[in-house]
């Protein structure tokens, strides 16, 4: 599955936010090279070969490949930390939303687990400056997890000695999917999610 084909409907269309359509392309075939040869091993010209374009034409769209690597990044990392926000934030009690935020967050790592690998897993090939950036935002996506975690433990439903671990055991264990999931597997993206859910919720003390 290519990172152009990862999420269907026009809703949530990959990469719909990037303008114009050159860039786009570019963007996509920079995901699907990064995945597959890794950033330090893919050119400039293997991006723009992919894309159906020049070397040249890149340049046009971004500066260096860097860019492209921290475009990509943090489009990710917005969306993932949206998806955790949007779970923690809504009404009902800790456990259904931990729950809700491990579901969501497993699916998107799932569906998009050929951009997941870039976004999760080539941040110490971005500059200082762009990768300060991006854990400043991993920070706000811990911090979130652990609000959840807090909540619930003030509340008596979770039985948490270690928040801080456990919101990094709870981060790891999602973000991984990413690294193994196919989508000829067994269990669909929303399976899985069901499944980890409810692995987190036992793992904070939940009995059902």
Known sequence: MSAAEETPGTEDMPWGEVTPEAARRL??????????????????????GRAG????????????KEE????????????ALEILKAAADREGTAAERLADAVRSFVRWHAERHTTARVVQYELDALGPEHR?????????????????LEEGAAAGEFDVLDVSGTAVAVLSLCIDVSRWFNTQGRRTADEVGVLYAGLVLRMVGVQK
Do not use: C, N, W
């Open 27 to 48: 963007l996509v075939a920079a995901v699907e090279a990064f995945a597959e040869r890794g950033y330090h091993a893919t050119t400039t010209r293997d991006i723009a």
């Open 53 to 64: 374009m020049s070397p040249a034409a890149l340049y046009i769209h971004y500066k260096t």
């Open 68 to 79: 492209l690597l921290h475009r990509i990044s943090r489009i990710g990392h917005d969306r």
């Open 132 to 148: 300060a950036e991006i854990v400043q935002l991993r920070r706000e996506s811990d911090a979130t997890v652990r609000r959840i």
